[in-house]
Every structure is written in structure tokens, then in C-alpha cells.
């Protein structure tokens, strides 16, 4: 499966922006997906997760309550919606699909990954 991030861009302290993961070939619907970010020097950080169905999600500390992750299986996409944003979460967002059939907040269990989207917020 082939996956590619959009959504970033430059928001203010306290906006909002919505990155979506398009997934092309396999089947979508069976894939766990993630979120990461990573910023320069720092080793990927998991964001969130969910479900192949969508029924289930699972967030960083960090993220919890700000960010919001869904999944459109008949459109191939999963969004982050990202609200409240901090200057702290500024980074490189990755997609990532895994076929594991429970969520994981360990990169290196993902098979599949985007090629990133970059979020900057602004202080």
C-alpha cells in the first residue's frame, strides 16, 4: 500500500489544520494507521492510532483531548484533526499502516509509511 500525507502548513497558537493519509493499492480496510511526527534530531514520535474498522483509537499524552483521528474506509483516507495547536507540536507528520490488528505505538512495527507533512505553529 502507498500513502501519502497532506494537511500541513503554518498555523497560529491555538488554530486548527487537519492533515489527511490517502492510500493507494492493497486493502485499506484491513490496516491498523498511525500518526508520527518527528522534528529535527529527535527519534519519530507516535501520535495516535486507530483501528482497521475505526472503532478504536489510542493517543500520545500529548495529543489527548486536542487531536481527533478518523478513518474513511470507502475513501481510503485517515484524517488528524489537530486543534488547539502549540508551538510544540510543530514537526514532520508521518502516516504509517501496519497490518497488525492491534494498535501499536512502536514505529518500527508499521509497515508502510507517507512521505510526511510538515505542521509549523506559530508562537
Known amino acids: 500500500v502507498q500513502l501519502q500525507a497532506s494537511g500541513g502548513g503554518l498555523v497560529q497558537t491555538g488554530g486548527s489544520l487537519r492533515l489527511s493519509c490517502a492510500a493507494s493499492?492493497?486493502?485499506?480496510?484491513?490496516?491498523?494507521v498511525g500518526w508520527f511526527r518527528q522534528t529535527p534530531g529527535n527519534e519519530r514520535e507516535f501520535v495516535s492510532a486507530?483501528?482497521?474498522?475505526?472503532?478504536?483509537?489510542f493517543y500520545a499524552d500529548s495529543v489527548k483531548g486536542r487531536f481527533t483521528i478518523s478513518r474513511d474506509n470507502a475513501k481510503n483516507t485517515v484524517y488528524l484533526q489537530m486543534n488547539s495547536l502549540k508551538p510544540e507540536d510543530t514537526a514532520v507528520y508521518y502516516c504509517?499502516?501496519?497490518?497488525?490488528?492491534?494498535?501499536?505505538?512502536?514505529?518500527?512495527?508499521?509497515?508502510?509509511w507517507g512521505q510526511g507533512t510538515l505542521v509549523t505553529v506559530s508562537s
Open positions: 486507530i483501528s482497521w474498522s475505526g472503532g478504536s483509537t
Open positions: 504509517a499502516a501496519t497490518t497488525r490488528a492491534t494498535m501499536t505505538r512502536r514505529s518500527s512495527l508499521y509497515e508502510y
Open positions: 493499492g492493497g486493502t485499506f480496510s484491513s490496516y491498523t
